[in-house]
């Protein structure tokens, strides 16, 4: 199984600022299967970035994803209100597919 | 519009069974896999398994085995999932998610672009 590790697991930040969240595997993740996901309180998870740096449909271009093999970013160009919310990443190349513990983005 | 509509909140007893529906719409539902995922009371999301809503093929994870059954009915484009020998770590939301890609594309990798609303379940 691999692991996600992500960090943090707190991000203090104000509106307008930029923010770079990490997700770590325990092994390579094949074609970039990684993605990652919105959740905001009581309310399913939404995606956001998909192949490690595709956007999905309707996702701000502040949005954006990057890495390969073992190490992802995800960068929140400038953050806006509605942004401050629960990351997480997941791995769907591999069988059980995981999700990272998560990363939660707070207002300062 | 592209929509899953789970079931609502469940109560069971430790021992029990439940069954969470997922009722898709607005797309051809034997074109896409869906997938559950449960998130306990302040935690992650954890991935349960797949179903192939056009064969009904499945895949569970190891840990679900022999207690998870995913079944899908494609008259009424609905996915079910059933959890027995049910025990309060069980208590969680349960979400049905569907692959964003179309299953004819071959490759049964993709990410979760559509999510029901969650189904709370407790077990207690």
């Known amino acids: 199984e691999i692991v996600l590790t992500q960090s943090p697991g707190t991000l203090s930040l104000s509106p307008g600022e930029r923010a770079t969240l990490s997700c770590r595997a325990s092994?390579?993740?094949?074609?970039?299967?990684l993605a990652w996901y919105q959740q905001q309180p009581g309310q399913a998870p939404r995606l956001l970035i998909y192949?490690?740096?595709s956007r999905a449909t309707g996702i701000p271009d502040r949005f954006s994803g990057s890495g390969s093999g073992t190490d992802f970013t995800l960068t929140i160009s400038r953050l806006e209100p509605e942004d401050f919310a629960i990351y997480y990443c997941?791995?769907?190349?591999?069988?059980?597919?995981?999700f990272g513990q998560g990363t939660k983005v707070e207002i300062k | 519009q592209v929509q899953l509509v789970q079931s609502g909140a469940e109560v069971k007893k430790p021992g029990a069974s439940v069954q969470v529906s997922c009722k898709a719409s607005?797309?051809?539902?034997?074109?896409?896999?869906m997938h559950w995922v449960r998130q306990a009371p302040g935690q992650g999301l954890e991935w349960m398994g797949i179903?192939?809503?056009?064969?009904?093929?499945?895949s569970y994870v190891q840990k679900f085995q022999g207690r998870v059954t995913m079944t899908r009915d494609t008259s009424t484009s609905t996915v079910y999932m059933e959890l027995s020998s049910l025990r309060s770590e069980d208590t969680a939301v349960y979400y049905c998610?569907?692959?964003?890609?179309?299953?004819?594309?071959?490759?049964?990798?993709?990410?979760?672009?559509?999510w029901g609303q969650g189904t709370m379940v407790t077990v207690s």
């Open positions: 179903i192939n809503p056009s064969g009904g093929s499945t």
């Open positions: 998610a569907r692959a964003k890609d179309d299953i004819l594309t071959g490759d049964v990798h993709a990410a979760f672009d559509i």
């Open positions: 092994q390579s993740i094949s074609s970039s299967y």
């Open positions: 997941q791995q769907y190349g591999n069988s059980p597919q995981t």
């Open positions: 192949g490690a740096s």
């Open positions: 607005g797309y051809t539902f034997t074109r896409y896999y």
